[in-house]
């Protein structure tokens, strides 16, 4: 994407997150944070050689610039570099965009080749469209929240999935935008809400509740539609195996169980009946992964063709063994961090990956370039 001039009105995690991908990609990312305090991220923890560890993820490449985007200044500022900007994203509250003569249909107008995207929590109309929205209760709110966790109670993710589904649609409508783009010479607009984004993830639970006409269970680490999937105890911890088809039901009764009886047993003669008599089939497969360590366990399902896992905390993915090839160095204005390669591998290319910024450090660089007659 070199070339592509990015001009970013963001904050928290959504759309830094669309726009550090385009900034893997050779975009130029200019991201506008507010005069004095900057992107509120900056301030969520010190736990990354004293700097964040949501910002120094979601903005290495880009270049920062502190604006007051209400003041006159700021104002000019942003239409020099909304004139020669190809996308526009943002973040602000509901609303606040067009107030500030910076709605789609007002800069599409001015400039017709501009790409302009905005992300909110639940959209730009309908009866939620000014309530603020975080992460954790647009996972509420999505249903997420009764299908995660244990029988005994909800839980959300780990991670802030709401923003990070909303972030990608963005990167995708973005892209789409350009592709379109190259194709009709003209720019357009699109909205992305946290709450459609991860609705969409969550349309297989609403088939199987709307249609099947039951809740899924919470099943903590189990799969609620499928068994055996999740963790089992064996000799002295755990292993997570999963299945996917009849097949391989046979091949984990005949090779790893040594229990070939299973595949006829009308208790598990199909997932749904699998599924239904899960606790039974749970103890029969522990008995057995009882007499194994964790390591004999998967060397055996490995053998066999079946998936298997180990649970891993955060600091044991940082070493696994797939992917030492994949860290990189980063720059941050307190010293490089490692930093992992975006999952989208291309041959013969790597990813741009520069720089996670300071606040306002690439301020009067940009100002001079995009306002060369501007006095400070």
């Keep these: 994407m070199d070339g592509i001039l990015v001009v970013a009105l963001e904050q928290a995690v959504a759309v830094p997150f669309a726009t550090r991908q385009l900034a893997d990609l050779g975009a130029r990312v200019i991201k506008i944070e507010r005069a004095g305090a900057g992107d509120f991220a900056r301030g969520y923890d010190k736990s990354v050689l004293g700097q964040a560890s949501y910002f120094?993820?979601?903005?290495?490449g880009k270049e920062s610039v502190e604006l007051d985007i209400k003041s006159a200044d700021g104002q000019a500022a942003m239409a020099a570099l909304l004139a020669r900007a190809d996308v526009f994203v943002q973040n602000l509250a509901p609303g606040a965009a067009s107030r500030l003569?910076?709605?789609a249909d007002e800069l599409l107008a001015r400039h017709p080749r501009l790409v302009c995207g905005s992300v909110s929590g639940y959209g730009p109309d309908g009866p939620y469209a000014g309530k603020k929205a975080y992460d954790l209760l647009v996972q509420c709110e999505a249903g997420l929240l009764s299908v995660t966790g244990t029988p005994e109670a909800p839980c959300k993710a780990g991670i802030s999935?709401?923003?990070i589904a909303a972030g990608m649609y963005a990167y995708s409508g973005v892209l789409t935008a350009l592709y379109e783009r190259e194709r009709t010479g003209r720019g357009s607009s699109f909205e992305v809400s946290l709450l459609g984004a991860l609705g969409e993830w969550m349309s297989q639970p609403y088939y199987y509740t709307v249609y099947g006409g039951t809740e899924p269970r919470r099943t903590g680490a189990r799969h609620a539609s499928i068994s055996p999937y999740g963790p089992y105890r064996a000799g002295g911890g755990e292993v997570f195996l999963g299945l996917q088809n009849e097949r391989e039901w046979a091949v984990l009764c005949q090779r790893v169980l040594g229990r070939p009886d299973l595949v006829a047993d009308e208790r598990f003669a199909t997932n749904p009946d699998r599924v239904r008599h899960d606790g039974e089939l749970t103890a029969i497969i522990e008995e057995v992964l009882g007499s194994m360590t964790?390591?004999?366990v998967v060397?055996?399902?490995?053998?066999?063709?079946?998936?298997?896992?180990?649970?891993?905390?955060?600091a044991q993915f940082a070493a696994h063994p797939q992917l030492a090839r994949r860290w990189r160095e980063a720059d941050t204005p307190a010293g490089p961090v490692r930093a992992l390669l975006p999952p989208v591998t291309v041959p013969g290319r790597e990813a741009a990956m520069g720089a996670v910024p300071a606040l306002g450090?690439?301020?009067e660089a940009v100002l001079a370039e995009f306002l060369p007659g501007r006095t400070r």
């Excluded at 120094?56 to 290495?60: A, F, K, P």
């Excluded at 060397?299 to 955060?314: N, Q, Y």
């Design 361 to 363: 450090e690439h301020t």
């Design 161 to 163: 999935v709401a923003d």
């Design 294 to 296: 964790p390591d004999e």
């Design 56 to 60: 120094v993820w979601l903005n290495r």
């Design 101 to 103: 003569g910076l709605g």
């Design 299 to 314: 060397a055996r399902l490995d053998a066999a063709g079946i998936a298997s896992a180990r649970l891993r905390t955060p």
